[in-house]
């Protein structure tokens, strides 16, 4: 896989003293969308700051599309767009002169269907001579994605972009990340929203106290890491488990209505047939069986507790 | 050079001018226009000529001034200040633009502003007083030489301000005192001698009998010394510029 972001043993330490980037080193792939996930203060925005030139790192190199940010920062910095966190807009501007001074910032020349493109994929047209300041969060939202896309990038960054954004809109964005992606164009998002990277990652890494401790393939990643759940519901409830089902290390629950039994997936044997078998001996008969999967939050957070 | 970046922050920042058009012009011409009605007229009438000129027009070149110094410090110092503030200073430091661009952008819109301004006040005071400018090419060389020098400046206190209040000390605390005591309403040489070479310490004074020179053919120092004064000054700001740049003085961390 091509890389268009590298980076190298990059270190950030502020003048306070605080570390918040510890000797990362990372490979974005060309077309694809990764998310990065960590806990707040894990060091996700000063990493995409420093990528897109907003902060300095400290040690480390990183280029972009082949440029090197610092030394060819021109031409690295034309082919990057950033949707930062903050809904930081030109209150007092409209709509169409924010989206145009970003595009000419850039070194992109006036290009007005492009930009009424943008603005009509956003669902903005309507609004491209209101002021910012009249406009909802949502709308704020799509403004900074729209100023973001205005130079035509071909890497992507999105900081939180579902932060205060209601769920139809999120929904929207999810299409429009997608359709971007099949355009060519490669996404970098950082979320607290696992929903998020399960739905539209292609790889995920996860980052806490400033050093990515995993990078992986989302489905290889929920597929090694991934733990399973059978829960059966009894047709009639038990005080306990019984002796001859206590290898089976199942945990009892609903006042004695439901026995859940976990398993790893990638295990040669999940056990399951000898559960089903020893309960059937037992005399223990059940109503329904259900099975649940771990969601990547669930291996988030387990990632996240086991380095702390 | 990245000149479609330079244009996009130019035209934004003009667009904020006649966007607010009350506050960045009429206000600076009315309270110009009152300064030619109580300097001028009320109390103008009442003092002789100096060096051959009526006090009414010897007064216009220091108003001119005074809004220059003022204004050229003013709209550059929001000009950088005002994205610090709401954060879209992001986009100017992820842009592929050099230092050097964004202080032409800033600073060339500030500068134009204010040499509309002081155009502006010059053709208010021609309402007030008859005036006849002797060094036409001069006038305008150091109408734009401080307009730029102090956007430069201005734009150097953007940066240095971390509140509304800091962008407002230095305009207000020293540049409109040294404006005031740097001969825009009178000849230094009026002073008595301790006095007139204290003000020589004033830049402003500079500023001021240079360009008063280029209207009369009359000055309180010698015009080379106004020009490398203020030249020096502009080469301070370029120099402070640089290294805020080089530094991330305030914009990185």
């Given at each position: 896989?091509?890389?268009?972001v590298s980076i190298?043993?990059?270190?950030?330490?502020?003048?306070?003293?605080?570390?918040?980037?510890?000797?990362i080193s990372l490979d974005i792939?060309?077309?694809?969308?990764?998310?990065?996930?960590?806990?707040?203060?894990?060091?996700?925005?000063?990493l995409?700051?420093?990528?897109?030139?907003?902060?300095?790192?400290?040690?480390?190199?990183?280029?972009?599309?082949?440029?090197?940010?610092?030394?060819?920062?021109?031409?690295?910095?034309?082919?990057?767009?950033?949707?930062?966190?903050?809904?930081?807009?030109?209150?007092?501007?409209?709509?169409?002169?924010?989206?145009?001074?970003?595009?000419?910032?850039?070194?992109?020349?006036?290009?007005?269907?492009?930009?009424?493109?943008?603005?009509?994929?956003?669902?903005?047209?309507?609004?491209?001579?209101?002021?910012?300041?009249?406009?909802?969060?949502?709308?704020?939202?799509?403004?900074?994605?729209?100023?973001?896309?205005?130079?035509?990038?071909?890497?992507?960054?999105?900081?939180?972009?579902?932060?205060?954004?209601?769920?139809?809109?999120?929904?929207?964005?999810?299409?429009?990340?997608?359709?971007?992606?099949?355009?060519?164009?490669?996404?970098?998002?950082?979320?607290?929203?696992?929903?998020?990277?399960?739905?539209?990652?292609?790889?995920?890494g996860?980052?806490?106290?400033?050093?990515i401790?995993?990078v992986?393939?989302?489905?290889?990643?929920?597929?090694?890491?991934?733990?399973?759940?059978?829960?059966?519901?009894?047709?009639?409830?038990?005080?306990?488990?019984?002796?001859?089902?206590?290898?089976?290390?199942?945990?009892?629950?609903?006042?004695?209505?439901?026995?859940?039994?976990?398993?790893?997936?990638?295990?040669?044997?999940?056990?399951?047939?000898?559960?089903?078998?020893?309960?059937?001996?037992?005399?223990?008969?059940?109503?329904?069986?259900?099975?649940?999967?771990?969601?990547?939050?669930?291996?988030?957070?387990?990632?996240?507790?086991?380095?702390? | 050079?990245?000149?479609?970046?330079?244009?996009?922050?130019?035209?934004?920042?003009?667009?904020?001018?006649?966007?607010?058009?009350?506050?960045?012009?009429?206000?600076?011409?009315?309270?110009?226009?009152?300064?030619?009605?109580?300097?001028?007229?009320?109390?103008?009438?009442?003092?002789?000529?100096?060096?051959?000129?009526?006090?009414?027009?010897?007064?216009?070149?220091?108003?001119?001034?005074?809004?220059?110094?003022?204004?050229?410090?003013?709209?550059?110092?929001?000009?950088?200040?005002?994205?610090?503030?709401?954060?879209?200073?992001?986009?100017?430091?992820?842009?592929?633009?050099?230092?050097?661009?964004?202080?032409?952008?800033?600073?060339?819109?500030?500068?134009?502003?204010?040499?509309?301004?002081?155009?502006?006040?010059?053709?208010?005071?021609?309402?007030?007083?008859?005036?006849?400018?002797?060094?036409?090419?001069?006038?305008?060389?150091?109408?734009?030489?401080?307009?730029?020098?102090?956007?430069?400046?201005?734009?150097?206190?953007?940066?240095?301000?971390?509140?509304?209040?800091?962008?407002?000390?230095?305009?207000?605390?020293?540049?409109?005192?040294?404006?005031?005591?740097?001969?825009?309403?009178?000849?230094?040489?009026?002073?008595?001698?301790?006095?007139?070479?204290?003000?020589?310490?004033?830049?402003?004074?500079?500023?001021?009998?240079?360009?008063?020179?280029?209207?009369?053919?009359?000055?309180?120092?010698?015009?080379?010394?106004?020009?490398?004064?203020?030249?020096?000054?502009?080469?301070?700001?370029?120099?402070?510029?640089?290294?805020?740049?080089?530094?991330?003085?305030?914009?990185?961390?």
């Amino acid at each position: 896989m091509t890389a268009i972001v590298s980076i190298s043993d990059v270190s950030k330490t502020y003048a306070s003293g605080f570390t918040a980037l510890k000797n990362i080193s990372l490979d974005i792939h060309k077309g694809e969308i990764f998310a990065l996930l960590g806990p707040n203060g894990a060091g996700k925005t000063t990493l995409i700051n420093i990528i897109c030139g907003i902060v300095r790192a400290s040690t480390g190199h990183i280029s972009a599309d082949g440029h090197d940010i610092i030394d060819d920062y021109r031409k690295a910095r034309f082919k990057i767009g950033l949707v930062p966190q903050e809904l930081t807009t030109d209150a007092f501007e409209t709509v169409w002169a924010t989206v145009t001074l970003s595009r000419g910032l850039f070194g992109r020349g006036q290009n007005p269907a492009h930009i009424e493109k943008i603005l009509k994929d956003l669902s903005l047209w309507e609004k491209k001579d209101s002021k910012i300041m009249t406009l909802s969060g949502g709308m704020k939202r799509r403004v900074m994605i729209a100023k973001a896309l205005s130079h035509e990038p071909t890497i992507l960054f999105l900081d939180e972009p579902s932060a205060g954004v209601d769920v139809e809109l999120r929904r929207d964005m999810w299409e429009m990340v997608r359709s971007l992606r099949a355009n060519g164009v490669t996404i970098i998002l950082t979320t607290h929203y696992i929903e998020e990277a399960e739905e539209m990652a292609d790889r995920v890494g996860v980052i806490n106290k400033g050093e990515i401790i995993l990078v992986e393939e989302k489905q290889a990643l929920m597929r090694k890491l991934g733990k399973k759940e059978i829960t059966l519901e009894l047709a009639q409830p038990i005080s306990a488990i019984p002796d001859s089902l206590a290898h089976h290390k199942l945990e009892l629950s609903g006042n004695g209505h439901e026995l859940t039994y976990s398993y790893d997936t990638q295990g040669e044997r999940t056990g399951i047939t000898t559960l089903l078998q020893d309960l059937a001996q037992t005399g223990i008969r059940f109503r329904d069986l259900n099975t649940k999967q771990s969601s990547l939050e669930d291996i988030f957070v387990d990632l996240v507790r086991e380095r702390s | 050079m990245n000149i479609h970046a330079i244009r996009a922050i130019y035209k934004f920042e003009m667009a904020r001018t006649f966007r607010t058009i009350l506050q960045s012009v009429v206000s600076p011409v009315v309270s110009t226009s009152l300064y030619f009605v109580v300097f001028g007229g009320a109390i103008g009438s009442r003092i002789a000529e100096i060096d051959g000129v009526t006090y009414g027009a010897y007064i216009v070149p220091g108003l001119i001034m005074l809004s220059l110094l003022t204004q050229s410090i003013m709209n550059a110092s929001f000009g950088i200040y005002f994205p610090k503030f709401i954060g879209t200073i992001y986009e100017i430091l992820s842009a592929p633009i050099s230092s050097l661009e964004i202080v032409i952008g800033y600073v060339g819109a500030a500068a134009t502003k204010s040499i509309m301004l002081g155009l502006i006040t010059l053709g208010t005071a021609a309402l007030f007083v008859p005036l006849h400018i002797e060094h036409p090419l001069w006038m305008l060389g150091f109408l734009a030489l401080t307009a730029v020098t102090f956007s430069l400046f201005g734009f150097i206190i953007g940066i240095w301000a971390k509140s509304f209040e800091q962008l407002q000390v230095i305009p207000m605390l020293i540049v409109t005192p040294l404006a005031f005591l740097g001969g825009s309403f009178y000849s230094i040489d009026m002073l008595p001698p301790l006095w007139r070479t204290i003000s020589l310490a004033n830049p402003v004074v500079y500023l001021v009998s240079g360009f008063r020179w280029s209207f009369f053919g009359k000055s309180d120092v010698a015009i080379e010394i106004s020009l490398a004064i203020t030249l020096l000054f502009l080469v301070a700001c370029l120099g402070i510029v640089a290294w805020i740049f080089k530094t991330g003085y305030r914009l990185k961390n």
